[in-house]
């Protein structure tokens, strides 16, 4: 079980990463050319949204049945199990919510240069801490397994 979610989780993130390069795209070309905010750009948050909350849950799944996580004091001073353990989950947890008021909030909104500037600047910061947490685990972008 625990092999079959570290590829989904794993196979997932690039899902992610493509959407949110998509959807920062399109929302600074739309907030920078006063385009309106249409149908698929609102489909594109939403299925980012949707992935985000996915990952979370097989994130949240992995957490509690993963060898490489130690629930112990000892952790804090092993940098390699501390990430696991701490960094990992808080800056996802950090990246997530961005995406996630990203979509809340500018669902709310009426102007649509409004919203693809939301949509441009949460989930920038969102790629930006995904990125950084990625980098910090050590394995590169392209790296599978844990």
């Not at 957490?63 to 960094?87: N, Q, T």
């Amino acid at each position: 079980m625990h092999s079959l979610l570290l590829v989904t989780h794993s196979i997932l993130r690039y899902f992610i990463l493509i959407s949110l390069v998509w959807i920062i795209v399109r929302s600074l070309t739309g907030w920078l050319n006063k385009t309106g905010y249409v149908k698929l750009d609102d489909q594109l948050g939403l299925g980012l949204f949707m992935l985000t909350h996915t990952q979370l849950l097989l994130g949240i799944i992995l957490f509690f049945v993963s060898p490489v996580v130690i629930f112990s004091g000892a952790s804090m001073k092993e940098p390699l199990a501390r990430y696991w353990l701490v960094e990992h989950n808080t800056g996802m947890l950090v990246a997530v919510a961005f995406i996630t008021m990203a979509r809340i909030t500018s669902k709310k909104m009426t102007d649509s240069i409004s919203k693809h500037k939301r949509m441009f600047i949460f989930n920038g910061i969102a790629l930006v801490v995904i990125l950084l947490m990625i980098l910090q685990s050590k394995r590169g972008l392209l790296g599978i397994t844990y």
